[in-house]
């Protein structure tokens, strides 16, 4: 007979990938490459804006780190923030974009950068500043491949403003809204399959 008042064990969440972890990361991913080919016309639209600075121009950067962040925080499994990231960038390059199928290989970096992040934590902490490091780890990962296939030319204290302006957005808009936007997708139940509806740990 179990003693009374004896603790309770913790059962580890399991890290193997559902039916329904699939599903969602997908709807997740889909919906996100939708919104990367609009923001690709925004981007293109307003880049005269910023012919005096272009750097400034990356504070818009976030929308592009969100999916990976977003899906992570959701499914709180190993491969989430990869899968997102990258599925998202298939379908803007199937939507068609200024870049090409270079996005994708973009998306494999964003994916991969908060991953290593959520890794670090073990895949058990979920709260706002990890989101937030793992969106300024997608930000880096995306300003230095700019740096390097884009921008390579620009002075150095360009490229140092642009990196830090593409991190601030991406901890911003993926890493901070993308904690809010799980939270308030929480509180609606429609994430009760997840641990992440059943908790408030984000």
Known sequence: MEATGAVRQRVRPSRRWRTVDIVVASVVAVAGGVVFWGWDQLWAATGAAFSVFPPAQAFMYGVWLAPGVVGALILRKPGAAVYTELVASVVEALLGNQWGLSVVAYGLAQGAAPEVIFALFAYRWWRTPVSALAGAA?????????????????????????????????????????????????????????????????
């Open 138 to 202: 997608a930000g880096l990962a995306a300003a230095s491949l700019d740096l390097v296939y884009y921008y390579g030319a620009w002075r150095s204290d360009w490229k140092l403003t642009y990196v830090l302006i593409v991190m601030a957005s991406s901890l911003a808009i993926a890493g901070l809204g993308g904690a809010a936007l799980v939270r308030a997708l929480a509180r609606t139940g429609v994430l009760q399959p997840f641990a992440s509806g059943r908790t408030a740990s984000v």
